[in-house]
C-alpha cells in the first residue's frame, strides 16, 4: 500500500502571485462576514462529473462513514444542494467529500452525494477522486485503499493514467422478476447490488440512442416507479441494455435524481458482472467491456467471493476545472436550488 505525499501544490497559489486567503484585504469596521468559500476540483470519468471537495467542507466529527454520511444528511444537506445543484453545479454533477477514514491502511474516506441525496459507492467517483489525488501530488501510481459508507475498495492508478477499482462485493438478489410498469407493459429484469442498488433489463424495447434520452428517461423512471411500489424500495437505479458495436452490451442508467449517466457507471456494471457470474455467462478473470449511452467505455473482471462477486472496474479520469465556490448568505439561492 503506498502512501500518499506531501502537496506539492500546496504553494502553488502564492507563487502564481494569486492572494491567499490570509492576503485578502480587511473588510470595513461593522461589515458582517456573509461569505463561505469551498475549494473544489472537478474531473469527468468517461463523460460523468465528479467535483472534490478539498478545502471548505463540513466537519461531520466521527464514526463510520455510514454514521457520517447520515449526519451529512440530517445536520448538513444544505451543503449538498449548495455544491452539486444549480446555480453552481448541474444535475449530473456528483460530489465527494474526502473525510478521515476510520481503517488506518485507507489514504482517505469518501462520502458521494447528488442532486437528490447520498450514495453509498460510486465507481466512477472513485476514478475521479483518484485522478484528482494524483493531480494535486497527493498520491502516486500504486494500490490505495479507499473507505466508503459501504465498505473498503481498492483503487490501482497506473502509470498511464487509468484506475482500476476493485468494488465491493456484488451479487444478484432476484433473477427473471417481471414488474407491471403504466404505459410501458410488463417488463423482466434482475435485482442486483453493485454498491448500489439496480434493476438490470433487456426486456424494455427501446432502442438505446443519445437522441432518444427524453424517451429513455421517461420509461426508465416509470420501471423504477413500478419496481420501487411493487416490492423492491431500495432500487434507485434502472440500467437498460442493449447492443454494442465494439462492446459486449450498450447501457443507458437511469440514477436516483432522474438524471442518466454519462459513463457506463461502475456500480451498475459491477451489478451486471453479478449477473452474469450468477447465470454462468461470464467466467472469472474474463474481460467485460461495457458501453455507456454517450460511447464512453469500462473494461470489467470479477473474482468469486463464495456466493458474491468481487468485480474490478478500469476507466479513466481527466481533471477539468479548479475553482473556489463562494456562498454568500445575501443571496436567495446561496444554498443552491432545492428539488424537493
Not at 416490492?231 to 432522474?258: M, R, W, Y
Not at 457470474?277 to 454517450?294: C, F, M
Amino acid at each position: 500500500m503506498n502512501e500518499p505525499r506531501p502537496n506539492r501544490n500546496a504553494d502553488r497559489g502564492k507563487r502564481e502571485g494569486s492572494p491567499l486567503p490570509e492576503e485578502r484585504p480587511p473588510r470595513p469596521q461593522g461589515l458582517v462576514e456573509t461569505v463561505r468559500r469551498i475549494s473544489v476540483i472537478d474531473s469527468h470519468t468517461g463523460g460523468e462529473p465528479t467535483r472534490v471537495i478539498t478545502e471548505g467542507g463540513p466537519d461531520l466529527g466521527t464514526g463510520s462513514l455510514a454514521v457520517r454520511r447520515q449526519r451529512f444528511a440530517d445536520a448538513f444537506d444544505r451543503f449538498r444542494t449548495a455544491v452539486v445543484n444549480e446555480p453552481r453545479g448541474s444535475e449530473a454533477l456528483v460530489g465527494a467529500l474526502l473525510v478521515p477514514a476510520v481503517d488506518s491502511t485507507c489514504v482517505t474516506g469518501v462520502i458521494f452525494f447528488n442532486n437528490v441525496g447520498y450514495l453509498g459507492m460510486c465507481g466512477h467517483g472513485i476514478i475521479g477522486v483518484v485522478v484528482t489525488l494524483a493531480h494535486q501530488g497527493t498520491l502516486d501510481p500504486g494500490t490505495h485503499a479507499i473507505e466508503t459508507p459501504v465498505g473498503i475498495v481498492t483503487a490501482v492508478l497506473h502509470s498511464d493514467g487509468r484506475v482500476s477499482v476493485t468494488n465491493v462485493p456484488s451479487y444478484r438478489l432476484e433473477k427473471s422478476r417481471t414488474f407491471d410498469v403504466p404505459a410501458v407493459g410488463p417488463v423482466t429484469g434482475d435485482i442486483a447490488w453493485g454498491g448500489n442498488w439496480f434493476f438490470l433489463t433487456d426486456d424494455h424495447r427501446q432502442t438505446l440512442s443519445l437522441t432518444r434520452l427524453d424517451e429513455l428517461t421517461e420509461v426508465a423512471w416509470r420501471i423504477r416507479q413500478a419496481v420501487n411500489t411493487q416490492g423492491f424500495p431500495q432500487v434507485d437505479h434502472i440500467e437498460l441494455f442493449g447492443v454494442a458495436t465494439e462492446a459486449n452490451a450498450k447501457s443507458f442508467v437511469l440514477c436516483p435524481g432522474k438524471v442518466y449517466d454519462r459513463s457506463p457507471c461502475g456500480t451498475g456494471t459491477s451489478a451486471k458482472l453479478a449477473c452474469l457470474a450468477a447465470d454462468a455467462k461470464l467466467a472469472p478473470g474474463d474481460v467485460w467491456t461495457q458501453e455507456s449511452i454517450t460511447g464512453s467505455t469500462f473494461t470489467a473482471t470479477y473474482q468469486r467471493e463464495g456466493e458474491q462477486i468481487v468485480p474490478t472496474i478500469t476507466g479513466r479520469a481527466f481533471v477539468c476545472g479548479e475553482s473556489v465556490l463562494v456562498l454568500d448568505e445575501r443571496d436567495p439561492l446561496c444554498w443552491g436550488l432545492s428539488l424537493e
